[in-house]
């Protein structure tokens, strides 16, 4: 094999190693949002007898969308470059989708505490 081959090969498998532990950071805010999309409309229900509007349905879904279309952008733009190049997409993808999860975890916990005050206000 010449040095070429070589180089290739370890770029490779760097890019990989790099979409492989994106992967499994990015599967964290993604199993999140999928919990609270699947959950969150039943505990309003079942808590507070109260059902969400469409605000929070599209926060849901757009939470559950973000972790993969951010991943998936990262991955396309990122094999062409090198490794470094790849990593710092995921990087910044990575604190993009979170700091979008936590707005929208705040915006939750906001309709939440207007719900239980109204609750309590009204029985």
């Known amino acids: 094999m010449t040095d070429t081959d070589e ?3 370890s770029s490779v498998f760097g890019r990989l190693a790099v979409l492989v532990v994106a992967g499994f950071l990015f599967a964290y805010p993604f199993w999140t949002a999928l919990g609270n999309l699947l959950n969150l409309p039943s505990y309003f229900e ?3 007898g109260a059902s969400i509007d469409g605000v929070l349905w599209v926060l849901l879904i757009a939470g559950v969308a973000l972790p993969v279309v951010t991943f998936l952008g990262a991955s396309i733009l ?3 470059r090198g490794t470094g190049s790849m990593a710092l997409l995921f990087t ?4 993009a989708v979170n700091a979008t999860a936590l707005s929208i975890l705040a915006f939750e916990k906001d309709i939440e505490l207007r719900l239980v005050i109204d609750f309590l206000v009204n029985g």
């Not at 910044?92 to 604190?95: E, I, K, L, P, S």
């Open 46 to 48: 079942t808590q507070f």
């Open 78 to 80: 990122g094999w062409k």
């Open 7 to 9: 180089n290739i090969r």
């Open 92 to 95: 910044v993808g990575f604190a």
